[in-house]
């Protein structure tokens, strides 16, 4: 019953969606206020119906009622609650069901939060997100639908997967979507501005937030991907550049543009149309990750080979969005005259160039994704883009950000000089090549990527609080630390997200440079050199789990005689699911982790074990953490939360 | 393969599992190793850039599957029987195509996977240069009427009154 009413909702939902992208649409067009106020009320209907389908899925996760087929296959009687409810959206049909429901979030947030929008941007943006959730509700409803009944109920399900069990990994897809869905606030907002043929500074206010919020929501859920891949997968890398990571990073990349061209809009109301084409592509981005993931095409080996009937559909859906805009962009694109003159060496430039890096970072990793498919199907070549092509192409451009980072963030808006502001951060520029060098003489024989990385990661680092206390003025310190505390929020999230970076940079080069790796059989008992450390096997031994089985190595970590820790790497096997895990234990340090994997008995006696010493590994997602906290200081800048977008300010906020 | 699998399942959470799974005994095994450190270090790295031929997106050295551990048997065969790395590589590329080759050489029609990073930094930096420039130099160009202009709008205004 309560499976049939959730059912129901959703189709009452597309219904909802099929009004909201019309009428409001119209009554814009002609101006109609009874039409576009029937946006709102859609919107705010069409987040209740989903929620309440929501709810029923997951009470029958809950509930274990195995009538319905989505629950059969991902669930079981003795999983723990925890793992019932994230097995709702730990299936294709089921996180579809999620990220409908967070695309109604998201429409009935503008909903209720765009109170200040004029009435006919208001409708129309809500509108165009009315039309992408018809658009997936329908997906939904013709080829994934999670409330297929089964006619025989089995007696119990087939259990999630095992290395689904996990907390890390039950929040990380809602993260990823609230990412990924929230871009499509930017599209609709670009959309409506496209039709009404306007972009002003408190356009790029309004959307500015939207984006903000997605892109903190797609690093978070990164972040969290990549740390459970690192901790689970026992191989100690943090990144595999799969086209499904690949997926993630585009948007995120795309998003990271927008958000800095947004700006650009909001206080010289210039990059009008290219800001637009940004907030179109990111949303795009994010669809052809969809694509890439649920139609199987380019992975197609295992795990996903679904139907190509739902890669068709994604398909359809991509192409008449992103068609559909583009054709409105093109059409309508030279209608957004830039108002804001600056000069070629500006901050305006700067940011220019952060775009154009960034998008061209993004469009590598996408043709590197898509380039076997492409060369199969043109060129009949099997091909594979890897990792070192990834590590080769990407880092260039990632490399020039980091460079022109710090000088771009505080150079003067409309006209600057150069030779200024470069004497401005000689002294940064000095300090982070020494300590670079410092570095390279320290390490004897080794890549020369880990003092690069030292010397990136400082100098953006010391770029993002010299531009704080560039902020802050002339005059004694206690004047400038005064006005230290009084900066905007946003000034505080721009120095915060670009340390973040820096720190993110400077940990990626020291694990992919300073990784100590060691593969060896251990008899029990026997001790061997790991970095400065040094390990014994002291035991292995089976142990019952809750719902699995475990062989459990008893491992001790000693320096100088000391001991540093006592680790317990497992290998675990689940009988329900039929499926073994690798556990790896990890000591974890400021400085490094200590990272042991315990492998098979080998037939001579002994077992094989791997282990690492992961440099800085803490600082990786300590860096993501830190720019997203950078994107929520910067979202809770008082002029969001004040008479956000009057359009009475003529030329935004003043340019500092 | 396993992981492959897992990160399939970590992004996308999308499908049960269709495969079946392979037990996870791992990718390089101590018995595999070479005893000669500088050979066993040039095996390692090559095999990081050699895919394991029925895996998604997974190099020889990180695979599980049984055919990864036949390549890598095979790499520190030719390695020690004295090939350079070119060879031992084109030796596996000979009999495997060149789907085994992680980082696709650039030549042919790969060519353009590598140049369509640059040649885009290059074209949108053009672009931006060129608008850029028209940018600053618009106020000048806007400060005075040509002839032809006050014509007009003397014309205009006259029609005005």
């Known amino acids: 019953m309560i499976v049939e009413l959730g059912h129901f909702c959703v189709i009452l939902s597309l219904a909802v969606a099929l009004v909201q992208s019309t009428l409001p649409l119209y009554g814009a067009q002609t101006r109609n206020p009874g039409l576009m106020a029937l946006a709102a009320p859609a919107a705010i209907a069409q ?76 409708a129309r943006v809500l509108a165009v997100q009315g039309m992408i959730g018809v658009a997936f509700l329908l997906f939904m409803l013709l080829t994934s639908n999670p409330f297929l009944r089964l006619e025989v109920p089995p007696l119990n399900g087939n259990d999630l997967n095992p290395l689904l ?25 670009a959309v409506a501005a496209l039709i009404e043929g306007r972009v002003d500074a408190a356009w790029g206010r309004w959307v500015r937030p939207w984006t903000l919020v997605s892109w903190v929501f797609l690093t978070i859920g990164i972040a969290l991907g990549s740390w459970w891949a690192y901790y689970e997968l026992g191989w100690g890398g943090f990144w595999f550049w799969d086209p499904v990571e690949n997926a993630s990073f585009m948007p995120w990349l795309i998003a990271a543009a927008l958000l800095h061209s947004a700006i650009v809009v909001e206080k010289r109301e210039s990059l009008k149309a290219w800001t637009i084409l940004l907030a179109i592509l990111a949303f795009g981005f994010s669809l052809v990750g969809t694509f890439i993931v649920r139609s199987g095409v380019i992975t197609s ?3 996903f080979a679904n139907d190509p009937e739902r890669g068709m559909f994604i398909l359809l859906i991509l192409g008449v969005f992103m068609g559909g805009a583009l054709t409105l962009f093109a059409a309508r694109a030279g209608a957004m005259e830039a108002k804001g003159v600056f000069s070629m060496v500006s901050r305006e430039s700067a940011l220019v160039a952060n775009n154009l890096l960034l998008a061209v970072a993004a469009f590598v990793i996408f043709v590197g994704t898509i380039w076997p498919l492409v060369a199969e199907l043109l060129l009949n070549r099997k091909l594979s883009v890897g990792e070192p092509f990834f590590n080769a192409a990407f880092s260039p451009f990632m490399t020039a950000l980091a460079v022109l980072l710090p000088i771009g963030s505080i150079l003067p808006w409309k006209r600057a000089q150069l030779g200024r502001t470069l004497r401005l951060v000689v002294p940064a520029l000095i300090l982070s090549a020494a300590l670079g060098a410092l570095v390279f003489a320290m390490q004897t024989g080794r890549t020369a990527l880990g003092p690069v990385g030292v010397a990136l990661g400082v100098w953006v680092v010391i770029g993002a609080l010299f531009d704080l206390s560039q902020r802050t003025g002339r005059g004694g310190i206690a004047d400038r630390l005064g006005r230290l505390a009084r900066l905007p929020r946003a000034d505080w999230g721009k120095a915060t997200a670009h340390t973040g970076l820096g720190i993110t940079i400077f940990a990626v080069c020291a694990m992919m440079s300073w990784k100590v790796e060691d593969i060896r059989v251990l008899q029990i008992g026997e001790s061997y050199p790991l970095g400065a450390y040094d390990v014994t096997l002291q035991a292995v031994d089976r142990v019952q789990g809750p719902n699995y089985l475990s062989t459990m190595a008893t491992m001790q970590v000693m320096r100088d005689g000391a001991e540093v820790a006592m680790l317990y ?31 098979d008995p080998q ?9 690492y010493v992961e440099p800085f590994a803490n600082w990786l997602w300590a860096g993501a953490i830190i720019m997203a906290l950078g994107g929520v200081l910067s979202l809770t800048d008082r002029r969001y939360r004040v008479a956000a977008g009057a359009r009475r300010v003529p030329q935004g906020v003043p340019a500092e | 393969m396993k992981r492959a699998l897992i990160l399939s399942l970590l992004f996308s959470v999308a499908a049960p599992i269709a495969a079946p799974m392979v037990a996870p005994v791992w990718a390089v095994q101590p018995g595999e190793m070479l005893s000669d450190p500088a050979l066993e270090a040039r095996a390692r790295a090559l095999s990081k850039e050699l ?7 997974e190099n020889i050295d990180d695979s599980d599957a049984p055919i990864a551990r036949d390549l890598r048997v095979l790499l520190r ?21 060149e789907f085994v080759l992680l980082n696709p050489p650039a030549e042919g029609s790969t060519l353009f996977l590598w140049l ?12 931006a240069f060129a608008s850029l420039r028209a940018r600053s130099r618009a106020p000048e160009a806007a400060v005075g009427l040509t002839a032809a202009e006050q014509a007009r709008v003397a014309e205009l205004t006259k029609n005005d009154a």
């Not at chain 1, 990380?172 to 599209?187: A, D, E, Q, R, T």
């Not at chain 1, 009988?575 to 492998?599: C, H």
């Not at chain 1, 037939?603 to 282990?611: H, Y």
């Open chain 2, 77 to 97: 065969e030719r390695l020690t029987a004295g090939d350079s790395d070119a060879e031992a590589v084109a030796y596996i590329v000979d009999r495997y195509g």
């Open chain 2, 116 to 127: 369509a990073g640059p040649a885009m930094l290059l074209a949108g930096g053009a672009v």
């Open chain 1, 301 to 303: 080996v295992h795990a």
């Open chain 2, 51 to 57: 895919r394991c031929p029925v895996c998604q997106n």
């Open chain 1, 603 to 611: 037939d001579n006696g002994g077992w094989a074990v791997r282990s």
């Open chain 1, 165 to 189: 069990q996990d907390p890390g990994l039950a929040f990380h897809p809602p993260f990823l979507y609230l990412g990924y869905v929230g871009l499509s606030m930017s599209f609709s907002f």
């Open chain 1, 47 to 122: 987040l209740l119906l989903v929620a309440l389908s929501f709810g029923a899925l997951t009470y029958a996760f809950v509930v274990s009622d195995f009538s319905l087929k989505l629950v059969v296959e991902n669930s079981h009687t003795l999983k723990p609650m925890l793992y019932k409810i994230s097995g709702v959206w730990g299936n294709h049909e089921g996180s579809l069901l999620l990220w409908v429901l967070i695309l109604a979030l998201f429409g009935a947030s503008a909903a209720l939060f765009g109170g200040n929008l004029p009435p006919q941007l208001k």
């Open chain 1, 569 to 599: 790497p497992e290998k675990r096997f689940y009988p329900v699911a039929q499926m073994p895990t690798t556990e790896a234990a990890i000591d974890y340090g400021l400085w490094r982790d200590i990272y042991l994997v315990i492998g």
